[in-house]
């Protein structure tokens, strides 16, 4: 969106937002708006409900329609992937493409979930990826992407959990092709599965959408964690899921998505805009409407 700002003017308004079924919970319009006022851009970012069968029409329009970024959520990130007319390194790597960038009428897709999920590990816990041992709940989109990307840079072990073993497999060849040096095993989304390599490891990541609702059973139960081990749920709402609960009565550390959803919003904005994201702004903008939401609900 660089080459766009140069010729954005106080009378024009531009288009960004995202594109979700669901996507009223989403809280990326908070923080985009915030980033977009503090760097006096005239862009408005706005939710989009689109259904599965609408968003290829959709992500094909978006130039004429003359939106100037998107960022996509499930179930939306392979369609996507599908539809853009550029694909970035890391978008090629997972076959998902989470945020499009359109510049002189072209698509480009990119994928920032992976970078966001690493600061999010570093700047919040304090964690580096590299030589760490990780065990990831879920092979879907969310799961393979993470355990690929976590893999590239430098972990020294990823262990898979999911329920069906074709996804697992289809994470571990992807594994094994662009990260060769990083041991790769997979299994059952079990709690004995879990719990038999989670002595050894360093960090458990829920990449499931067990613990989106309030009556979901925990991905795995306590038995599965060590004390002390850090486990980071990719869920931000609610602020602790039930597998959250489940894993602070078994002494771990725990963190929920926030801040992934934060930093990987962040290199969207960067990615629209050629400047520096406003992470400052945009972390108040989350914790003031995640706040606004909760006390509404109480």
């Known amino acids: 969106m660089s080459s766009n700002k140069k010729q954005a003017s106080k009378n024009n308004l531009y288009i960004a937002g995202v594109f979700g079924y669901p996507v009223k919970h989403s809280l990326s319009p908070a923080m985009q708006n915030a980033a977009f006022r503090n760097a006096g851009l005239t862009v408005s970012y706005l939710p989009f409900e689109v259904k599965p069968e609408e968003a290829a029409f959709l992500i094909k329009k978006l130039a004429v329609l003359g939106v100037t970024g998107i960022n ?15 694909l970035s390194k890391e978008a090629k790597i997972f076959q998902a493409v989470n945020t499009i960038t359109v510049k002189k009428g072209k698509l480009y897709g990119a994928s920032t979930d992976g970078e966001g999920l690493r600061l999010g590990l570093k700047n919040e816990v304090g964690m580096e990826i590299k030589n760490k041992s990780i065990i ?11 355990a690929i990307y976590l893999a590239v840079k430098g972990a020294k072990r990823i262990i898979i959990s999911n329920r069906t073993r074709n996804k697992a497999l289809t994470a571990v060849k992807l594994i094994r092709k662009f990260a060769p040096r990083t041991a790769v095993i997979c299994g059952p989304l079990t709690e004995d599965f879990v719990k038999k390599y989670a002595a050894g490891s360093d960090l458990i990541i829920n990449a499931t959408s ?43 550390r725990v963190y929920n998505g926030l801040s992934m959803l934060l930093y990987q919003g962040a290199i969207s904005w960067e990615l629209w805009t ?24 109480c």
Do not use: C, W
């Open 210 to 252: 067990l613990g989106l609702k309030p009556k979901d059973k925990p991905a795995v139960g306590s038995k599965a964690f060590r004390k002390g081990i850090v486990f980071y749920d990719m869920i931000y709402s609610p602020a602790l899921t039930s597998t959250m609960k489940a894993a602070k009565r078994a002494g771990a």
């Open 136 to 146: 990831i709940l879920g092979a879907g989109g969310a799961g393979r992407s993470a």
């Open 274 to 297: 050629g400047k520096k994201a406003p992470v400052k702004i945009m972390q108040k903008a989350l914790l003031k409407e995640l706040k606004n939401r909760t006390n509404k609900v």
């Open 72 to 86: 996509l959520t499930v179930p939306h990130k392979e369609v996507a992937y599908k539809n853009v007319d550029f």
